[in-house]
């Protein structure tokens, strides 16, 4: 059974910074495009950065400059680094792995508050 799990989560003041993992199962890690997406409360779920298998990444203009995505093929693990954080990043960060089947992880709490 595949399995996308997150961790790293947690409560950081304005300014400061947070490192995201996600694990994914070997038998798809390193045939997926990797992505991370979040959901604050009220909003929809939208796409915060993306690195594919071949090595490419793509960011939401939102975070341009501040997060950055990354893997690493020998753990099967992607990492989102989050610096300069805002409260607007609030939110629950989920994972995602596509391998032209879709799997989610269950997503882990990040709040940004003072």
């Known amino acids: 059974q595949v399995q996308v799990v997150e961790s790293g989560g947690g409560l950081v003041q304005p300014g400061g910074s947070l490192t995201l993992s996600c694990a994914a199962s070997?038998?798809?890690?390193?045939?997926?495009?990797m992505g991370w997406y979040r959901q604050a409360p009220g909003k929809e779920r939208e796409l915060v950065a993306v690195?594919?298998?071949?090595?490419?990444?793509n960011y939401a203009d939102s975070v341009k400059g501040r997060f950055t995505i990354s893997r690493d093929n020998a753990k099967n693990t992607v990492y989102l680094q989050m610096n300069s954080l805002k409260p607007e990043d609030t939110a629950v960060y989920y994972c995602k792995a596509f391998t032209g089947i879709t799997y989610w992880g269950k997503g882990t709490l990040v709040t940004v508050s003072s």
């Open positions: 690195n594919t298998r071949g090595g490419s990444t």
């Open positions: 070997g038998s798809i890690f390193r045939f997926a495009d």
